[in-house]
């Protein structure tokens, strides 16, 4: 039983804080990004409580404030963006392309220490008095007004996105560079795809970010006027900034949560996947019209009606790619061998909130219903939608689907079962009832509402509750696996792919020799379209 | 899951991709060939580090230009909006100063590029070391001129924040150039610094003697990140420095 | 008004139905697409369920047709929502000439309302029913956003310039008013209430309070206090420009580019003197930062309208078609 393999070749903390292996990396921010999703998780909680009645009896405002902020930084910042391509993409790269590590293992060591750290600032900030800013910092409020620990919490986003920009970095050079003999592009697994177009949008997204975070920090310390209208700035000019990559980000989230679901899809019926090139291509398609549709966020804010025509015609045409993926899997299904293992109902329900999630965007893609629909609770919906019913629905798919193969262990599949169960009848209940009160008018980051509002926030709070539970459950069959769990065989689903061809756990090195591939990696049958050498 | 399934199912390809046995002729590099002391074990050879190191360089590169990019942008936005402030500001910059500045880095780049070669065409560590040497004084006179700038900036208190003091006409657009000024060129000068930082680590593998036609990526790479640090102060200097000198010059 | 739970909003405003219309049908699509995926999961993964543990699917590799299908169809829906979306965000941008028009400035966390004869509202808003009201809004500190739901309508109100909002209320009766950008800690108190009134009982509410003087009004008498009046005189010979009939016209500025006097640019020439000054004058105009307040400001601006607004309707002031809802910043031209 006892074969070497990454988890038990070499032992003590030192063996794990100084590791280079990708492997090991991987579960380190496996671990501090669990810590962020359950402190964030923690934050919405106390929101959702705070929401139950309408007169604000939980929270005093200001403190019910900084539990917004503080979601969403430490939601978007330190769980959504590098929570996929961070742990499964930092595992299962270099495995899928058939390399021993990634391009640079030091920099992807330093890139976690820099996450860390960059968390750290965060949680000083949230521990000595928080911030009230909202996630957006947006000016002139963060700069001028804000009486909070703006700064810290800005340089805890600024220092994280470098650990974003060397995973990118990363993940791109050893995408080009280390695939082994014959896996050539349209060869690799549609989550290495996925995760290559993510990678273009943290490195040409992210600096940005910092250079803007930096000069609100330049305004709000040495009082440059670069933003605040005081001082002969231009508030708006921060939200373009600000959106050029924060839209972008959305991307980021989601881009990588459709691979996984590509992965899971062709596993559970499989089937090679139906399109893949399609499917390839529109995930570069949203990476790069992406980033020609962030003035989508600002219909209101008096930009010029052109630019909105312009910014609202290209977030349509990113509607389609993203269409078009859904048709796909839609399709894949289609006479496929379907089995509703855990992982797949995580896929299905990717899937149904993907898709309304989606559509929903494109009401507010709309510039005549954007007016009305603008910093309401329709939009907080909206994109729960995408990031949790899309992207969170994506990582547990992921982790439900390749935990055999990290830990080498088999988790109890109902229980497996019964939390995908409740995560999407308590996603649903809490999040449907804020379209209506949305376009009912409520607007978002309210502390108090009027009463009428009430019957859908107690829904929402209910849902939360359901989905709390539903978030917990699998931190005690995933922790109970690891100690009590049958071993995992290299191939556990009967799944194609590299992944599953060296044992579980993966080796070290990975591979003892360097594979030489022959054919599309998700091949369950042969084909004349597809030639086997 | 218990029930799950222990092996691949039987109907279908037998095997996905074939792994195959140790011996095979992808895999002869690496026994045929001994191993290079600085090859690091996840790659296959010499070349495949080689342009990996490269590429992750250039992609860098693009992440440094997003990250100017944003102050560009913001340059652009507000020269824009105060175009007569900004020629009045501008004006106050010593061109001079900064033309000799642009010759030292255009010269620095020079001297990197000579010093990729000697490391490429394994001449000896004298020339090696003297061509970083030269470089990073170079870089040194740069960040020198650029001390005497500020220092003289500081002196008017032309610095931005509450001190600030403008006794042109546009005292407001003015303090909006010069945020611009300090943040653009305080951060390229930072870029500086670090470039320097580097190659004195370079030097000093340099004079161990470690650098060679087979491996000088290390001594390329910084070579790409000393070019591109140059061609960004070719787009500071005109942007900060010349245009609209015609008015109110001095 | 406000009793029960509304599964949906009023339509109080003229603006109200179409913007529901086409709420409407992205509902329609919505579910047509959610159902239609939906339903083909749940049938597929029934029908093709696995029946034996070796099985596997079907080599199916992809159909362009149908991949050009549902690239074409979704693309075409979408389009159709863009060009409605369009449409309805232009009719909603431009306010009608003739628009009653009320200033409107937004501070940490209250609205300060003050009608063109003057009367004054803190967080509350009384207009009448059937006539085109436009709001000129302007912030003191930080963002807002002017939204009242059952108008369907909003605009973020931001320090430094001057958005622009109007509706058409055609329901009399009390609606929500709601701060929707984010402000600070009072975010959710900066709210109140839009009173529609029939026509007839607006006029008496107007007559009913203790009207202040009209903005024009207490504009005139700030450009004299201020001395405004000694540079800006009612002839060419001033030190500035003469502001007679100015409002609305494009002039030429020292340096080249041209720009149209319009809310943006007299404010920024009151706050920011030198950023623009018309050519074939000195920049020796001193600034009113901090001397003037958001709302004196709007009085300023309303007394230099004035001035240029005889025997013209109120409310006519020429909208520059880049900036249909709000007069952001002024729009700089090359020569």
Redesign the interface.
Known sequence: MDTLNYINNGHGLASWLLTKDHKRIALLYLVSITFFFFLGGLFAFMIRLELLTPA?DVLT??NY?KMFTMHGVVMVFFFLIPSIPAVLGNFLIPIMIGAKDLAFPRLNLISWYIYVLGGIFTLVAALSGGV?T?W?F?T??ST???NSHVITAALGVFITGFSSILTGLNFIVTIHRMRAPGLTWFRLPLFVWAHYATSLVMILGTPVIAITVLLVAAERVLHMGIFD??L?G???LFQHLFWFYSHPAVYIMILPAMGVISEIVQAF????V?????IAFSSLAIAIIGFLVWGHH?????????A??LF??IS??V??PS??K???W??T????????DSPMLYA?GF??LF??GG??G??L????????M???YFVVAHFHYIMVGGAIMGYLGGLHYWWPKITGKLYSEPAAKLAAGLVFIGFNLTFFPQF?VG???M??????????F???NVMSTLGATILSVGYLLPMFYFVHSIFRGKPSPADPW?AKGLEWEVPSPPPTENFAVTPIVTHGTH?????K??GVV | MSDG?PQA????LPGRVSIQAPGNPHDEQSSAHPHHPKLQHHFDDMGQQAEASTLGMWVFLVTEIMFFGGLFLAYLVYR??????F?EASAHLSWKLGAFNTAVLIFSSLTMALAVRSAQTSESRGTQVFWLVTTMILGATFLGVKVIEYSEKFAHNNVPGPNFVWDG?????AEIFYSLYFCMTGLHALHMVIGLGIMTVIAIMAWRRQFNTEYFTPVEITGLYWHFVDIVWIFLFPLLYLIGRH?GGH | M????????QQASAQAG??DA??FF?VA??AF??IL??G??VY??FK????H???????????LA??LL??VI??FI??V??V??????????RPPAGAMEIHVVGK?WMWKVQHMDGRREINELHVPVGRPVKLIMGSE???H?Y?I??F?????V????Y?VLWFTATRPGNY?L????????????MIGTVTAMEPADFQAWLSGGRADESPVAAGEKLFADLTCNTCHLTDTQGRGPMLTNLFGKQVEL????TVTVDEAYIRESIV?P????VAGFQ?LMP?F?GLVTEEQLLQLIAYVRSLSQQGEAPGAAPQSP?????S??PV?EKK
């Open positions: 604000g405002a200001e404030n009230d909202g957006t947006y002139p409020y001028a007004a804000a209208p005081a002969g231009d508030p708006v019926a499989r089937k090679n139906f399109g893949y090139s399609f600002i219909f209101v804010a008096g930009q010029s009606v052109y909105g025509m609202s015609i349509y045409i509607a389609v269409a078009i859904v048709f796909n839609t399709a299904i289609y006479r496929g061998s379907i089995s509703l299905f899937l149904g898709t309304i559509l929903t494109l009401f893609a709309a510039m005549g219903l954007d007016i009305h603008h910093d309401t209506l376009y009912l008018g607007p978002r980051r309210y502390h108090m509402y009027p009463p009428e009430q019957v859908f009967g091949q369950y049958a042969p084909s379209e597809v | 399934y199912p039987s109907v279908g824009t909006q105060n175009p007569m402030a020629q006409q546009y005292p407001a657009g008015y | 406000f009793t029960n739970f509304p599964f949906f909003p179409q913007v086409i709420y992205m699509v919505t697409f959610s995926i939906a083909l999961v597929f993964a093709y369920r696995r029946r543990r070796d099985e596997i699917g079907h080599a199916i590799h992809g159909s149908l991949e549902w690239t979704p693309f979408t389009m929502m863009f409605w979306g369009a449409k309805v965000f232009f009719d909603m941008y940490q500190d930080v963002l956003s939204y739901p059952d369907r309508v909003k605009a973020d931001i320090p430094g310039r958005n929500h709601f701060c929707a950008e984010y402000c600070g800690t009072k975010h959710s108190g020292q340096g080249g580019g920011l030198q950023a623009k000054v920049p600034t930062q880049t900036m249909p809802q709000s952001s910043r700089v």
